[in-house]
Structure formats: C-alpha cells, structure tokens
T-cell receptor
C-alpha cells in the first residue's frame, strides 16, 4: 500500500533561516508526490509536485522539494523562512491503484521573528 | 492556478436539519471531485469521490445516505449532510481534478466549509 510519513509534528525556525519539512514515502512503482500548505480555517493550497525528471522541484512561494529515491524521501525546503510561511504542511502521494491522494499527518511550521 | 470555490464558508445549524455545501471549479472542468473531512489538528479524511454524471463512491465507514453527493456538472458538486447532528460538526473540504486526468494531474482544493451543528 502507498503511504507517506511526516515524522515531525512541528518544526520551529527563525525568520531568515533555511527550513526543511520532512516527508518519506512508501510506494510500489513510480511515486507521484505532492506538497500542500494549509493556513488556519482554509483549504489546502498546492505547492509543488514530483512526477518525473529533475530531483529538485521548484514550487510556489519560494519552496522547493528534493526527491531522493534511495532514501525514499521528498523533503520540502526553503532557503529563507518568512513568518508568513507559518502554516500546516501536508505531504501526499497518489495511490496508483486507486488514483486517490494519500496524505501524511501534517507538520506545523512555526517561523519566529 | 486552478481555482476551486466552496459555499458557504461556514454554517451553523440546528440538530436534525440538512445542510448543503457547494463546490465549484471556477476556471476548469473537473472530471472528478473529492470530498474530505478534517477534524481539528488532524489530516484530511477522504469521504467520497464523485464523477460527473455518475454515483459517488464512498469510503468505508462513510454513510452514503447521510452524506449525499451530487456531481451535476463538470464544474459543480454538492455535499448534503442530512439530519445533521453535533458529531457531524467538522471542516469539510472539496477538491477537484482537471479533466483528462491522469495520475499525474494535480488536485486543487476549495477553501473549506466549517459546519457547526448545535
């Protein structure tokens, strides 16, 4: 079965510092991986996805994610965090058998001024 | 990017009443729409998948007679919570996938509807 894991419930980082939000996956076949962000009382906003090609995927708001096949990881990164990046981040994988998105448990990012 | 809207954004109702939530894809046609439920500080739980013109497919444990889903067109899906009770209070989020969907196509999410049943 396809799954993703987000090992950190919360990540704290100072504004201006680089940030990483971790995600590991378990799939059979090629992984289709996604990152979404959720602000309070809002739906999910699409940040980026990996389907194939370059391992470094660039997305919205300066975010990027690195696909690492050997480590089965798809960590979300940003070189310089902003206070406005504080939100809940979800990693997801598309189950190729059911064509459904499977979400991780989410990681709350807190950026301190 | 693609925009998905939901209406209403929040609703408060009395126990026993029915509530309808609309989900619209504003600038694209959605072959498939999804309805999720999210409890506080938890991830999204898929409730059902709806395809335009056909019956929705419900996830295990989701009562189809309680959560009625209609996907009337390629841009509109509705979720009706029938005879709502306090335990139905939650944040409901819809999602739409662009037509000509393949496994690589992106799902876009609505802003969510906060339902509170008194």
């Amino acid at each position: 079965a396809q799954s993703v894991a987000q090992p950190e419930d919360q990540v704290n980082v100072a504004e201006g510092n680089p940030l990483t939000v971790k995600c590991t996956y378990s799939v059979s076949g090629n992984p289709y991986l996604f990152w979404y962000v959720q602000y309070p009382n809002r739906g999910l906003q699409f940040l980026l996805k990996y389907i194939t090609g370059d391992n470094l995927v660039k997305g919205s708001y300066g975010f990027e994610a690195e696909f690492n096949k050997s480590q089965t990881s798809f960590h979300l990164k940003k070189p310089s965090a902003l206070v406005s990046d504080s939100a809940l981040y979800f990693c997801a994988v598309r189950d190729i058998n059911t064509d459904k998105l499977i979400f991780g448990t989410g990681t709350r990012l807190q950026v301190f001024p | 990017g693609a925009v998905v809207s939901q209406h209403p954004s929040w609703v408060i109702c009395k126990s026993g009443t029915s509530v309808k939530i609309e989900c619209r894809s504003l600038d694209f046609q959605a072959t498939t729409m999804f309805w999720y439920r999210q409890f506080p500080k938890q991830s999204l739980m898929l409730m059902a998948t709806s395809n335009e013109g056909s019956k929705a497919t419900y996830e295990q444990g989701v009562e189809k007679d309680k959560f009625l889903i209609n996907h009337a067109s390629l841009t509109l899906s509705t979720l009706t919570v029938t005879s709502a009770h306090p335990e139905d209070s939650s944040f409901y989020i819809c999602s739409a996938r662009i037509k000509r969907a393949t496994s690589t196509d992106t799902q876009y999410f609505g802003p969510g509807t906060r339902l509170t049943v008194l």
